[in-house]
C-alpha cells in the first residue's frame, strides 16, 4: 500500500458520456501527478498540481480533459464526451519518502469506453 | 528532452536463472533513475532508485540496479529470478535537484517459465 488511493478501480462507460476519477494522495506532500497508461506502453505523464496550482499540462489533455485539485488534498480527473481512445489506465502518484523525490502511484483507474 | 529506452519488449526466463533488464536514458544532466514493476492490472510498484552516491543500488525482492553514466544505462539484475517475479518492468528518469515529472520507457515484460 503506497498510501495513494484512487477511486473507482474500473469503469465501463459508452462513448459520449462523461467520466470522473478521483485520487487522494499521500496527505504530506503538497505535489499530485496524473498519468496515463495505454495497453502495451509506459504510463505518460497527463498534468502536475502543487498545492492546487495546477503547473503542467502535457499536450496528451485535450480540452476534454480537466483535472483540479480545489483545496490542495485530493484531485478529480474528468473526461467529457469520451472517446474509445481514451480507454487506459489512469494513474495518480503523489511524492513520498525522506526527501519526497520519488513519486509513489496509486492501483489506477481502469477506463472502458464502449 | 528526457527519454528511456528499454529494448527488450519481451524477455524469457527459467525459474532459477539470473535476469538483467537494460534501460538506457537520455538526460541532459545528473538524472534521478527508477524502476518500476507493474503486475496484471495493477499499479506501478518502485524496486529501487537511484539519486547519488554508489552507483550500484540495492532495492526490495532481490532486485538491484547499476548506474554507469559513460554508457547511459541503469540495468536492473536479479541472480536467481522466482516465478512471482514475471510481470512489466519500467525504467524511468527525472530530474534531479527538484522533482518534476517522471519520464518512463516501454515497458520489459518477464515471463518465467518454471
Known amino acids: 500500500d503506497t498510501g495513494v488511493s484512487q477511486d473507482p478501480r474500473h469503469k465501463i462507460t459508452k462513448r459520449g458520456q462523461n467520466v470522473t476519477f478521483r485520487c487522494d494522495p499521500i496527505s504530506e506532500h503538497n505535489r499530485l501527478y496524473w498519468y496515463r497508461q495505454t495497453l502495451g506502453q509506459g504510463p505518460e505523464f497527463l498534468t502536475y498540481?502543487?498545492?492546487?496550482?495546477?503547473?503542467?499540462k502535457s499536450r496528451l489533455l485535450s480540452d476534454r480533459f480537466s483535472a483540479e485539485r480545489p483545496k490542495g488534498s485530493f484531485s478529480t480527473l474528468e473526461i467529457q464526451r469520451t472517446e474509445q481512445g481514451d480507454s487506459a489506465m489512469y494513474l495518480c502518484a503523489s511524492p513520498g519518502g525522506n526527501s519526497g523525490n520519488t513519486i509513489y502511484f496509486g492501483e489506477g483507474s481502469w477506463l472502458t469506453v464502449v | 528532452a528526457q527519454s528511456v529506452t528499454q529494448p527488450d519488449i519481451h524477455i524469457t526466463v527459467s525459474e532459477g536463472a539470473s535476469l538483467e533488464l537494460r534501460c538506457n536514458y537520455s538526460y541532459g544532466a545528473t538524472p534521478y533513475l527508477f524502476w518500476y514493476v507493474q503486475s496484471p492490472g495493477q499499479g506501478l510498484q518502485l524496486l529501487l532508485k537511484y539519486f547519488s552516491g554508489d552507483t550500484l543500488v540495492q532495492g526490495i525482492k532481490g532486485f538491484e540496479a547499476e548506474f554507469k553514466r559513460s554508457q547511459s544505462s541503469f540495468n536492473l539484475r536479479k541472480p536467481s529470478v522466482h516465478w512471482s517475479d514475471a510481470a512489466e518492468y519500467f525504467c524511468a528518469v527525472g530530474p534531479s535537484g527538484g522533482y518534476q515529472k517522471v519520464t518512463f520507457g516501454i515497458g520489459t515484460k518477464l515471463q518465467v517459465i518454471p
Open positions: 498540481f502543487q498545492n492546487e496550482a495546477q503547473l503542467e
